[in-house]
Protein backbone atom coordinates (compact mmCIF):
# COMPACT_ATOMS: atom_id res chain seq x y z
CA UNK A 1 0.00 0.00 0.00
CA UNK A 2 0.97 3.64 -0.75
CA UNK A 3 -0.85 6.65 -0.67
CA UNK A 4 -4.43 4.98 -0.45
CA UNK A 5 -3.27 2.92 2.43
CA UNK A 6 -5.20 6.27 4.24
CA UNK A 7 -9.06 6.10 4.45
CA UNK A 8 -10.12 8.93 2.38
CA UNK A 9 -7.53 8.88 -0.46
CA UNK A 10 -7.95 7.53 -3.87
CA UNK A 11 -5.29 7.65 -6.87
CA UNK A 12 -4.69 6.75 -10.15
CA UNK A 13 -1.59 6.92 -12.47
CA UNK A 14 -2.13 6.49 -16.46
CA UNK A 15 0.13 6.92 -19.16
CA UNK A 16 -0.84 10.24 -20.83
CA UNK A 17 1.99 10.51 -23.52
CA UNK A 18 4.74 12.48 -21.84
CA UNK A 19 7.48 9.57 -22.05
CA UNK A 20 8.95 8.18 -24.85
CA UNK A 21 8.84 4.79 -23.09
CA UNK A 22 5.34 4.35 -23.13
CA UNK A 23 5.64 4.16 -18.90
CA UNK A 24 2.73 5.42 -17.10
CA UNK A 25 4.00 9.52 -16.21
CA UNK A 26 0.73 11.23 -14.74
CA UNK A 27 -0.26 10.32 -11.34
CA UNK A 28 -3.37 12.07 -9.25
CA UNK A 29 -4.41 11.80 -5.65
CA UNK A 30 -7.18 12.97 -4.03
CA UNK A 31 -8.48 13.29 -0.87
CA UNK A 32 -12.03 12.92 -0.52
CA UNK A 33 -12.21 14.44 2.82
CA UNK A 34 -13.91 15.16 5.26
CA UNK A 35 -10.71 17.18 6.25
CA UNK A 36 -8.82 18.78 3.06
CA UNK A 37 -5.77 19.84 5.80
CA UNK A 38 -1.99 19.75 3.74
CA UNK A 39 1.26 21.07 5.07
CA UNK A 40 4.19 21.04 2.06
CA UNK A 41 7.84 21.80 2.26
CA UNK A 42 9.80 22.74 -0.79
CA UNK A 43 13.34 22.77 -2.53
CA UNK A 44 14.94 25.98 -1.17
CA UNK A 45 17.00 26.41 -4.77
CA UNK A 46 16.14 29.77 -6.02
CA UNK A 47 15.27 28.73 -9.22
CA UNK A 48 12.46 27.47 -9.03
CA UNK A 49 10.23 24.94 -11.58
CA UNK A 50 6.94 26.55 -12.55
CA UNK A 51 5.00 24.15 -10.21
CA UNK A 52 6.41 24.99 -6.91
CA UNK A 53 5.17 28.73 -7.89
CA UNK A 54 2.41 27.91 -8.32
CA UNK A 55 2.38 25.00 -5.27
CA UNK A 56 3.57 27.77 -3.12
CA UNK A 57 0.58 29.73 -3.63
CA UNK A 58 -2.07 26.83 -3.12
CA UNK A 59 -0.49 25.75 0.38
CA UNK A 60 -1.00 28.96 1.60
CA UNK A 61 -4.04 28.56 3.48
CA UNK A 62 -3.08 24.44 4.41
CA UNK A 63 -5.89 23.37 2.25
CA UNK A 64 -5.49 20.76 -0.44
CA UNK A 65 -8.48 18.83 -2.32
CA UNK A 66 -5.84 17.38 -4.90
CA UNK A 67 -2.47 16.77 -5.86
CA UNK A 68 -1.15 15.99 -9.53
CA UNK A 69 2.09 15.34 -10.64
CA UNK A 70 4.06 14.21 -14.01
CA UNK A 71 7.13 12.68 -14.83
CA UNK A 72 8.57 13.35 -18.06
CA UNK A 73 9.26 16.95 -18.13
CA UNK A 74 10.21 19.40 -15.44
CA UNK A 75 8.14 22.73 -16.83
CA UNK A 76 11.12 24.89 -15.59
CA UNK A 77 12.71 27.79 -17.29
CA UNK A 78 9.63 27.32 -19.64
CA UNK A 79 8.34 31.05 -19.18
CA UNK A 80 4.73 32.29 -19.29
CA UNK A 81 3.76 29.19 -21.81
CA UNK A 82 5.09 27.06 -18.77
CA UNK A 83 3.26 28.80 -16.11
CA UNK A 84 -0.25 28.83 -18.11
CA UNK A 85 0.55 24.88 -18.15
CA UNK A 86 0.79 24.48 -14.62
CA UNK A 87 -2.60 26.39 -14.52
CA UNK A 88 -4.27 24.70 -16.77
CA UNK A 89 -3.12 21.45 -14.74
CA UNK A 90 -4.67 22.97 -12.03
CA UNK A 91 -7.76 24.25 -13.69
CA UNK A 92 -8.60 20.77 -15.27
CA UNK A 93 -8.25 19.11 -12.05
CA UNK A 94 -10.96 20.99 -10.68
CA UNK A 95 -12.57 20.73 -13.38
CA UNK A 96 -12.97 17.41 -13.32
CA UNK A 97 -13.24 17.33 -9.39
CA UNK A 98 -15.69 20.51 -9.00
CA UNK A 99 -12.96 21.63 -6.69
CA UNK A 100 -11.40 24.72 -6.85
CA UNK A 101 -8.07 25.38 -8.40
CA UNK A 102 -6.86 27.66 -5.61
CA UNK A 103 -6.70 23.73 -3.82
CA UNK A 104 -5.14 21.23 -6.45
CA UNK A 105 -1.38 21.11 -5.82
CA UNK A 106 0.81 20.53 -9.48
CA UNK A 107 4.28 18.63 -9.47
CA UNK A 108 6.79 17.89 -12.28
CA UNK A 109 9.72 16.00 -12.79
CA UNK A 110 12.28 15.48 -15.80
CA UNK A 111 14.32 17.21 -17.77
CA UNK A 112 14.75 21.27 -17.09
CA UNK A 113 13.45 23.63 -20.25
CA UNK A 114 11.64 21.97 -22.30
CA UNK A 115 7.98 22.44 -22.63
CA UNK A 116 5.10 19.84 -21.50
CA UNK A 117 2.66 18.96 -24.28
CA UNK A 118 -0.66 20.56 -22.50
CA UNK A 119 -2.83 18.61 -24.23
CA UNK A 120 -1.64 14.89 -23.03
CA UNK A 121 -1.21 16.52 -19.95
CA UNK A 122 -5.18 17.62 -19.73
CA UNK A 123 -5.95 14.54 -21.28
CA UNK A 124 -4.18 12.07 -18.53
CA UNK A 125 -5.85 14.10 -16.39
CA UNK A 126 -8.90 13.53 -17.19
CA UNK A 127 -8.04 9.89 -17.91
CA UNK A 128 -6.55 9.52 -14.42
CA UNK A 129 -10.22 11.07 -12.61
CA UNK A 130 -11.80 8.24 -14.67
CA UNK A 131 -9.81 4.84 -12.61
CA UNK A 132 -9.10 7.02 -9.56
CA UNK A 133 -9.38 3.83 -7.21
CA UNK A 134 -8.70 3.05 -3.43
CA UNK A 135 -6.63 0.27 -5.29
CA UNK A 136 -4.03 2.69 -7.35
CA UNK A 137 -1.71 3.91 -5.23
CA UNK A 138 1.00 1.52 -6.76
CA UNK A 139 0.13 3.06 -10.26
CA UNK A 140 0.28 6.42 -8.91
CA UNK A 141 3.76 5.63 -7.59
CA UNK A 142 5.29 4.38 -11.02
CA UNK A 143 4.29 7.06 -12.80
CA UNK A 144 5.99 9.82 -10.74
CA UNK A 145 9.57 7.90 -11.44
CA UNK A 146 12.16 8.96 -13.61
CA UNK A 147 15.57 7.79 -13.33
CA UNK A 148 14.38 5.48 -10.21
CA UNK A 149 14.41 2.14 -10.64
CA UNK A 150 11.86 1.02 -8.25
CA UNK A 151 8.80 3.00 -6.83
CA UNK A 152 9.00 3.91 -3.28
CA UNK A 153 6.31 3.21 -1.22
CA UNK A 154 6.09 3.08 2.42
CA UNK A 155 2.67 2.58 5.14
CA UNK A 156 1.77 2.50 8.89
CA UNK A 157 -1.64 1.46 10.64
CA UNK A 158 -1.76 2.99 14.13
CA UNK A 159 -2.77 0.30 16.73
CA UNK A 160 -5.34 3.71 18.08
CA UNK A 161 -6.95 3.25 14.00
CA UNK A 162 -5.34 5.87 12.12
CA UNK A 163 -3.39 5.10 8.90
CA UNK A 164 -0.24 7.13 7.26
CA UNK A 165 1.30 6.22 3.50
CA UNK A 166 3.22 7.78 1.21
CA UNK A 167 5.00 7.85 -2.23
CA UNK A 168 8.43 9.03 -3.42
CA UNK A 169 10.56 9.24 -6.73
CA UNK A 170 14.08 10.37 -6.36
CA UNK A 171 17.63 8.65 -7.61
CA UNK A 172 19.95 11.50 -8.46
CA UNK A 173 20.16 15.34 -7.38
CA UNK A 174 19.77 14.29 -3.73
CA UNK A 175 20.87 17.08 -1.65
CA UNK A 176 17.41 18.69 -0.70
CA UNK A 177 16.77 21.60 1.17
CA UNK A 178 13.46 20.24 3.34
CA UNK A 179 12.21 18.51 0.74
CA UNK A 180 13.43 15.24 -1.95
CA UNK A 181 12.35 15.34 -5.05
CA UNK A 182 8.80 14.50 -5.34
CA UNK A 183 7.04 12.92 -1.72
CA UNK A 184 3.03 13.03 -0.96
CA UNK A 185 2.14 11.24 2.07
CA UNK A 186 -1.29 10.99 3.49
CA UNK A 187 -2.93 10.17 6.62
CA UNK A 188 -6.60 9.72 8.03
CA UNK A 189 -6.02 11.04 11.12
CA UNK A 190 -7.66 14.02 12.88
CA UNK A 191 -4.78 16.79 12.12
CA UNK A 192 -5.41 20.50 11.45
CA UNK A 193 -3.02 22.46 9.15
CA UNK A 194 -1.12 23.83 11.24
CA UNK A 195 -0.56 20.68 13.40
CA UNK A 196 0.85 19.08 10.04
CA UNK A 197 3.40 21.86 9.25
CA UNK A 198 4.80 21.49 12.16
CA UNK A 199 4.95 17.86 11.99
CA UNK A 200 6.37 17.80 8.61
CA UNK A 201 9.18 20.20 8.92
CA UNK A 202 10.35 18.48 12.13
CA UNK A 203 10.00 15.03 10.13
CA UNK A 204 12.21 16.28 6.78
CA UNK A 205 14.71 18.28 9.40
CA UNK A 206 16.18 14.25 10.30
CA UNK A 207 14.89 12.49 7.27
CA UNK A 208 15.31 13.89 3.43
CA UNK A 209 17.20 17.23 4.69
CA UNK A 210 19.84 14.67 5.72
CA UNK A 211 19.90 13.24 2.70
CA UNK A 212 23.03 14.14 0.69
CA UNK A 213 23.81 11.69 -2.74
CA UNK A 214 25.09 14.02 -4.57
CA UNK A 215 25.29 17.54 -3.75
CA UNK A 216 22.86 18.42 -6.75
CA UNK A 217 19.41 20.05 -5.49
CA UNK A 218 16.86 20.05 -7.69
CA UNK A 219 14.14 23.19 -8.52
CA UNK A 220 11.35 20.87 -8.28
CA UNK A 221 11.70 19.43 -4.70
CA UNK A 222 8.28 19.06 -2.93
CA UNK A 223 7.71 17.39 -0.23
CA UNK A 224 3.49 17.38 0.67
CA UNK A 225 1.39 15.91 3.28
CA UNK A 226 -2.78 15.66 3.65
CA UNK A 227 -4.84 14.67 6.04
CA UNK A 228 -8.29 13.50 5.39
CA UNK A 229 -9.84 13.15 8.67
CA UNK A 230 -11.56 9.94 7.46
CA UNK A 231 -10.54 7.81 10.26
CA UNK A 232 -11.86 10.28 13.50
CA UNK A 233 -8.62 9.77 15.43
CA UNK A 234 -7.11 12.91 16.56
CA UNK A 235 -3.84 11.06 17.57
CA UNK A 236 -1.42 12.71 20.14
CA UNK A 237 1.45 15.40 18.30
CA UNK A 238 3.85 12.98 19.72
CA UNK A 239 2.13 9.70 18.09
CA UNK A 240 1.66 11.68 15.13
CA UNK A 241 5.34 13.14 14.56
CA UNK A 242 6.71 9.61 15.47
CA UNK A 243 5.01 7.81 12.95
CA UNK A 244 5.53 10.75 9.94
CA UNK A 245 9.10 10.83 11.06
CA UNK A 246 9.24 6.98 10.22
CA UNK A 247 7.47 7.15 7.27
CA UNK A 248 9.56 9.76 5.76
CA UNK A 249 13.08 8.23 7.06
CA UNK A 250 12.01 4.74 5.39
CA UNK A 251 11.03 6.98 1.82
CA UNK A 252 14.77 8.74 1.96
CA UNK A 253 16.28 5.25 2.87
CA UNK A 254 14.51 4.22 -0.04
CA UNK A 255 15.79 6.79 -2.38
CA UNK A 256 19.14 6.36 -0.96
CA UNK A 257 19.13 2.60 -1.94
CA UNK A 258 18.11 3.38 -5.64
CA UNK A 259 20.48 6.77 -5.98
CA UNK A 260 21.95 6.54 -9.79
CA UNK A 261 24.65 3.57 -9.90
CA UNK A 262 25.48 3.57 -6.32
CA UNK A 263 27.22 0.73 -5.22
CA UNK A 264 27.56 1.60 -1.23
CA UNK A 265 24.49 3.18 0.85
CA UNK A 266 26.83 5.14 3.28
CA UNK A 267 25.96 6.42 6.50
CA UNK A 268 28.08 9.49 8.33
CA UNK A 269 27.57 9.41 12.35
CA UNK A 270 29.30 13.18 13.45
CA UNK A 271 29.19 12.92 17.11
CA UNK A 272 30.24 14.70 20.09
CA UNK A 273 30.02 17.98 18.05
CA UNK A 274 29.68 21.59 19.52
CA UNK A 275 26.35 21.99 17.96
CA UNK A 276 23.60 19.92 15.77
CA UNK A 277 24.45 22.55 13.23
CA UNK A 278 28.30 21.45 13.54
CA UNK A 279 27.73 17.85 13.74
CA UNK A 280 25.73 18.55 9.96
CA UNK A 281 28.03 20.60 8.35
CA UNK A 282 30.74 18.00 9.03
CA UNK A 283 28.57 15.20 7.69
CA UNK A 284 27.80 17.09 4.28
CA UNK A 285 31.18 17.99 3.63
CA UNK A 286 32.33 14.29 3.67
CA UNK A 287 29.16 12.85 2.25
CA UNK A 288 29.94 15.38 -1.10
CA UNK A 289 33.36 14.61 -1.42
CA UNK A 290 34.27 13.38 -4.18
CA UNK A 291 37.95 11.71 -3.22
CA UNK A 292 36.11 10.05 -0.13
CA UNK A 293 33.04 8.86 -2.13
CA UNK A 294 35.34 7.46 -5.04
CA UNK A 295 37.28 5.90 -2.51
CA UNK A 296 34.29 3.85 -1.19
CA UNK A 297 33.68 2.89 -4.89
CA UNK A 298 37.14 1.59 -4.49
CA UNK A 299 36.55 -0.36 -1.10
CA UNK A 300 39.93 1.30 0.01
CA UNK A 301 39.48 2.55 3.45
CA UNK A 302 41.35 5.81 2.98
CA UNK A 303 40.59 7.37 6.48
CA UNK A 304 42.34 11.03 5.26
CA UNK A 305 39.96 11.95 3.05
CA UNK A 306 37.52 11.78 5.80
CA UNK A 307 39.48 14.13 8.15
CA UNK A 308 40.42 16.38 5.00
CA UNK A 309 36.85 17.25 4.25
CA UNK A 310 36.70 17.75 8.28
CA UNK A 311 38.80 20.40 7.62
CA UNK A 312 37.28 22.42 5.25
CA UNK A 313 34.30 23.30 7.76
CA UNK A 314 33.88 25.86 9.82
CA UNK A 315 32.67 23.64 12.71
CA UNK A 316 34.23 23.98 16.39
CA UNK A 317 36.36 21.03 17.11
CA UNK A 318 40.45 20.52 17.60
CA UNK A 319 42.04 19.01 14.16
CA UNK A 320 44.44 16.72 16.09
CA UNK A 321 41.16 15.42 18.43
CA UNK A 322 38.76 13.92 15.94
CA UNK A 323 38.58 10.10 16.04
CA UNK A 324 37.14 7.94 12.82
CA UNK A 325 35.72 4.47 12.73
CA UNK A 326 34.71 2.76 9.48
CA UNK A 327 32.67 -0.33 9.79
CA UNK A 328 33.26 -0.38 13.38
CA UNK A 329 37.20 -0.29 13.02
CA UNK A 330 38.84 2.62 14.67
CA UNK A 331 40.95 3.55 12.06
CA UNK A 332 42.47 7.08 13.39
CA UNK A 333 42.23 8.53 17.09
CA UNK A 334 43.36 11.91 18.14
CA UNK A 335 45.46 12.43 15.18
CA UNK A 336 47.29 9.47 14.06
CA UNK A 337 46.73 6.17 13.27
CA UNK A 338 44.79 3.69 15.17
CA UNK A 339 44.01 0.15 13.99
CA UNK A 340 45.45 -0.71 10.62
CA UNK A 341 42.68 0.56 7.54
CA UNK A 342 43.24 -3.22 6.35
CA UNK A 343 40.74 -4.72 8.94
CA UNK A 344 37.92 -2.76 7.59
CA UNK A 345 35.36 -4.68 5.18
CA UNK A 346 34.45 -2.55 2.49
CA UNK A 347 32.26 -4.99 0.75
CA UNK A 348 29.24 -4.65 1.95
CA UNK A 349 26.63 -2.37 0.39
CA UNK A 350 26.31 -0.65 3.82
CA UNK A 351 28.89 1.50 5.18
CA UNK A 352 29.22 3.35 8.24
CA UNK A 353 31.18 6.31 9.51
CA UNK A 354 31.42 7.69 12.87
CA UNK A 355 33.23 10.58 13.27
CA UNK A 356 33.29 11.86 17.12
CA UNK A 357 34.42 15.75 16.96
CA UNK A 358 35.44 15.87 20.72
CA UNK A 359 34.02 19.36 21.10
CA UNK A 360 30.64 18.73 22.96
CA UNK A 361 27.04 16.62 23.26
CA UNK A 362 25.55 17.37 19.75
CA UNK A 363 25.11 14.73 16.76
CA UNK A 364 24.03 14.03 13.34
CA UNK A 365 23.66 11.87 10.60
CA UNK A 366 23.82 12.18 7.03
CA UNK A 367 23.03 9.63 4.19
CA UNK A 368 25.02 9.52 1.29
CA UNK A 369 26.49 6.61 -1.57
CA UNK A 370 29.36 6.12 -3.40
CA UNK A 371 30.69 7.76 -6.80
CA UNK A 372 30.99 5.10 -9.55
CA UNK A 373 31.54 4.72 -13.32
CA UNK A 374 27.31 3.66 -13.40
CA UNK A 375 26.59 7.43 -12.04
CA UNK A 376 28.94 9.41 -14.25
CA UNK A 377 27.54 7.51 -17.45
CA UNK A 378 23.51 8.03 -16.50
CA UNK A 379 24.04 11.46 -16.10
CA UNK A 380 26.45 12.12 -19.21
CA UNK A 381 23.55 10.70 -21.32
CA UNK A 382 20.65 12.02 -19.12
CA UNK A 383 18.95 14.42 -22.13
CA UNK A 384 19.70 12.15 -25.06
Known amino acids: MTVTHAKGFTAAGVHAGLKKSGNLDLALVVNQGPLNAAAAVFTTNRCQANPIIWSKQVIADGQVAA ?3 NSGGANCYTGPQGFQTTHATAEKVAEVLEVSAGDVLVCSTGLIGEQLDREKLLNGVTAAHAILSQDAGPSAAQAIMTT ?5 VAHHTS ?16 APGLATMLVVITTDAVVDSDALDRALRSATRVS ?3 LDSDGCMST ?17 ESEFQTALTDICMSLALQLLRDAEGSSHDIAIEVVNAASEADAVEVGRSVARNNLFKAAIYGNDANWGRILAAVGVTSAEFDPYDID ?6 SVSRKG ?3 QPRELVDLTPREVAIKISLNAGPYSATIYTNDLTHEYVTEN ?3 SS
Open 380 to 382: SAY
Open 159 to 174: PSGWAIGGMAKGAGML
Open 324 to 329: VDINGV
Open 148 to 152: DSVAK
Open 208 to 210: FDR
Open 67 to 69: IVL
Open 336 to 338: QPD
Open 220 to 236: NDQVTLMASGASGVSPS
